[in-house]
């Protein structure tokens, strides 16, 4: 057992779990980083262990375990998922959550999460299953690298790919991935954020530079331990400097991922010609950092889980943190103790010999460095130094006895393998340490590896034996009874750290937060219903239901229903198809109103544009025809004078293009009036320039000013942010949830806004009277959602504002 790799997942895990539950350290998320190369060693070094014991690997038997070993946790984690997001979820959000474990079912959560980064109108809601697409990035190394290295091995005589050359072999493979990988990351990072950090192609590399470090054993087993002992605690104090200089608004993975990368390296190269238990690395060696990393795949699988749906009914605060933390420790050492361990060590499926027959314990080579008659007084001595009664593979301590008389005969069950009736004197012991050097570490790796997180396999040396004796059905029956024995009492420790777990939880809960039930809880409440109101009452009558929304205990029936805005989003707006970057603009379809009417407005800019031209469109229809409304722009592309970065590429590469065909529609058929209207977010220029809000409202004003006569440009404020709807709404949660507080920096651009139109003699309207009350923002006036997410407003909504927009227009001597 690599007892400084234990704490080494542990480190790892605990950075994770603390950036996404409390945000510190604020770089935490590059644990995962050192997941990969964890896992790309350990993976490694069990192929070439078989490589070098039969000359092959058994891709059938290598599948089997790693799906026993990682399968059962992971999916017990996917059910109770899905079933809790139709209880605390919306519709929407419960059916996106199917479809993220549906993706993780399959290994390609990666490219889902990557492709929904780019989506502009994709919700911003964290998935609860968010977490498994390193899972599915290790997978997918898992499932493509065996059959590289047995592909690549089989060009080779078999006596030369079961020694040096078959390491070699591996060593230019996994040199080639590093070289590839890197160049992918370095490449896409800078173009595409989102899909570099998801991206398998960009995150290889990593459990390729693992693979480069199990395939070089031999070399670094010659390293001075003094030498390799300086390198782990180099390692380990690059590891947690990395957890806090990597800056998460920072596109990663190139070049930050470097920092935890050759931090895991050095550690794991560092302990390879130590002594396996690695006192002098305490940090990682100590017993509670090696039983962190032993349950660090349950406690990976869980923590995000329960930090989602802790946020969902769970007023944010030092109690909910509490609560959340119980929660993930119970589920965490309960999965440990009554899934993850018995079903990974399920005597299932059986080793077999070359002629297909089950044995206990496949043949192991001698050691490279020794030859099989030097290994074998070694192996001796070994067996001859062990008390009375030890079980070979078994773990011993004063006064252990051997549970039943026939488990003295016969290694126990370990990796899949079904032991088999053996004298003890010709059973390989489970370590065999390096006869060269004592203390030395152990040879390679002979056990399955788990995905990040997942407790470390035993790292061995193989030593020779005699052939094994073909396993019996008596023995196969022995082997279930002995599996019975071991794991029963730990599947009822399971279960009453479970029980035990579940009550302390509920009772923290109501300390916390007092019974019957959480705030917000929703009642049954009647449909709300609107009163014809004309033109001169709309803002009043609609200022009073933003009134009566913020102090409303219950949802009233919405027309549509929050699901109905959630599923539609942006595909609703009768403008969308004129806001999408792969579609030019058409004056015709993208226009409203009499085609030969006196006056021509254009609304322009980015998806906040798209959200009102529902009001426009319905303006022009109830002019008489007066007006003519053309609704033209780019969700994602700001109309402004500088190239502002998107988190879509499409939009990037398109957005200057989009601005200059808008200023030929405008050129075609002149504006008498343009609304422009833009995100009111801080942005950064493709240069790298930040832009605060005077920075601009100036390259709006300076883009548009040309394309209408002086004093006939409005600049049309979106609405404060609000909630995120598919995050704060839910059947368990009140409308209080999602009420939100007009941000800093909305107003520092509506001021912006208003002193550019000032100093032009243009217009600036403003968006809080018609969807805040006393800078409160609400999900809802009336029977209305006011928005579909957090951004941009529902086309109900927008229709709505038509009379409001009309009059504000008309007060300013601009309709």
């Known amino acids: ?20 539950l409390t945000g510190w350290p604020r770089g935490g998320f590059v644990g995962v980083d050192v997941f990969f190369v964890l896992s790309g060693f350990l993976v490694t070094g069990i192929l070439l262990s078989e490589l070098r014991v039969a000359g092959t690997i058994r891709l059938s038997t290598f599948f089997a375990r790693r799906l026993k070993r990682l399968l059962p946790a992971a999916l017990l984690v996917m059910a109770v998922v899905v079933a809790a997001g139709f209880a605390l979820f919306s519709v929407v959000r419960a059916e996106r959550t199917v479809g993220d474990a549906l993706a993780a079912v399959g290994l390609v959560s990666n490219w889902r999460f990557g492709l929904e980064g780019r989506d502009y109108f994709a919700a911003g809601d964290v998935s609860p299953l968010q977490h498994f697409w390193s899972l599915s990035v290790e997978e997918q190394f898992s499932v493509a690298w065996p059959v590289m290295v047995l592909g690549a091995a089989m060009l080779l005589p078999r006596t030369i790919r079961r020694g040096r050359g078959g390491r070699m072999t591996v060593a230019v493979l996994a040199l080639a991935v590093i070289a590839l990988s890197g160049a992918a990351a370095v490449l896409l990072t800078p173009v595409d954020a989102s899909m570099a950090y998801f991206s398998t192609t960009t ?60 931090g895991a390296a050095l550690v794991i190269a560092g302990g390879v010609a130590g002594d396996p238990r690695h006192r002098h690395l305490f940090p990682l ?54 899934v993850e361990q018995p079903l990974h060590r399920l005597p299932w499926p059986l080793a077999t010999r070359q002629d297909g027959r089950p044995v206990a314990v496949p043949p192991a080579p001698s050691t490279p460095s020794a030859s099989p008659a030097a290994a074998v007084p070694a192996r001796a001595s070994a067996l001859t130094s062990r008390p009375p009664g030890w079980v070979p593979g078994q773990r011993y301590y004063p006064g252990s006895r051997p549970t039943t008389p026939a488990a003295a005969g016969r290694a126990p069950a370990a990796g899949g393998h079904a032991p088999a009736a053996a004298s003890p004197t010709l059973a390989a012991p489970a370590t065999v340490p390096d006869t060269r050097r004592p203390g030395t570490a152990p040879a390679h790796p002979s056990s399955e590896t788990p995905a990040p997180g997942a407790s470390a396999p035993a790292i061995t040396a193989a030593s020779p034996v005699a052939p094994a004796t073909p396993a019996t059905p008596a ?61 001169g009452d709309a803002l009043a009558t609609l200022q009073d239901q933003l009134a009566a929304a913020t102090t409303a205990d219950a949802w009233p029936t919405l027309h549509p229903s929050l699901d109905q805005a959630l599923r539609d989003s942006s595909s609703a707006n009768p403008a969308h198809d004129c806001f999408t ?56 592309c700001r109309f402004t004078d500088v ?31 343009v609304v422009v209207s833009n995100a009111f977010t801080l942005a950064r220029s493709v240069d790298g320039r930040d832009l605060g809000a005077g920075d601009l ?119």
């Open 1 to 20: 057992m690599r007892r400084d790799l234990q704490g080494l997942r542990a480190i790892a895990v605990l950075a994770v779990v603390g950036t996404h």
């Open 203 to 262: 995150r290889v590399g990593e459990l390729a530079v693992g693979a480069m470090l199990a395939a070089s054993r031999g070399p670094l087993r010659r390293l001075h331990p003094a030498v390799g002992g300086a390198m782990a605690w180099a390692g380990l104090g690059v590891v947690v400097a990395a957890f806090f200089v990597v800056d998460p608004t920072e596109p990663f993975p190139a070049p930050w991922a470097a920092l935890p990368v050759a």
């Open 285 to 338: 060696s100590n017993p509670v950092a090696v039983a962190i990393g032993d349950v660090s795949y349950s406690l990976y699988l869980w923590h995000l889980p329960v930090i989602v749906f802790a946020g969902v009914v769970l007023p944010p605060g030092p109690a909910a943190l509490a609560i959340t933390a119980l929660g993930i420790a119970v589920l965490t050492v309960a999965t440990y103790l009554g």
């Open 475 to 535: 023995t196969a029956t022995e082997d279930w009874a002995t599996w019975r024995e071991r794991f029963a009492p730990r599947a009822a420790m399971a279960l009453t750290s479970l029980v035990i777990g579940a009550g302390a939880t509920v009772l923290a809960v109501l300390l916390a937060y007092g019974a019957p039930a959480l705030p917000g809880m929703p009642t049954v409440a009647p449909a709300s219903t609107e009163a014809a109101v004309d033109a």
């Open 581 to 636: 970057p792969d579609r030019a603009p058409d004056a015709d379809s993208c226009s409203w109103g009499d085609p030969g009417a006196a006056h021509h407005l254009y609304l322009v800019g980015d998806s906040s544009a798209m959200a009102y031209a529902p009001a426009f469109a319905r303006l022009a229809a109830e002019s008489g025809g007066a007006w003519r409304v053309t609704t033209v722009g780019m969700y994602g």
């Open 643 to 673: 190239l502002i970065e998107s988190r879509d590429p499409a939009v990037t590469a398109g957005c200057d293009a989009r601005k200059r065909e808008v200023s030929a529609l405008v050129s075609a058929a002149p504006a008498d009036l």
């Open 697 to 815: 409202a100036s390259a709006t004003a300076r883009l548009v000013s040309a394309w209408a006569p002086p004093g006939r440009t409005v600049y049309l404020a979106p609405p404060p942010h609000g909630a995120d709807l598919g995050r704060c709404f839910s059947p368990v949660t009140g409308p209080s949830a999602c009420l939100s507080a007009v941000d800093d920096v909305w107003t520092q651009m509506q001021t912006a806004a208003e002193a550019q139109a000032a100093t032009t003699g243009d217009a600036a309207i403003s968006a809080l009277p018609f969807t805040c009350w006393q800078g409160i923002c609400p999900a809802f006036a009336g029977d209305t959602p006011v928005r579909y997410d957090d951004t941009h407003v529902t086309p109900a909504f927008a229709e709505r504002l038509t009379p409001i927009l009309r009059a504000a227009l008309a007060d300013r001597g601009l309709y």
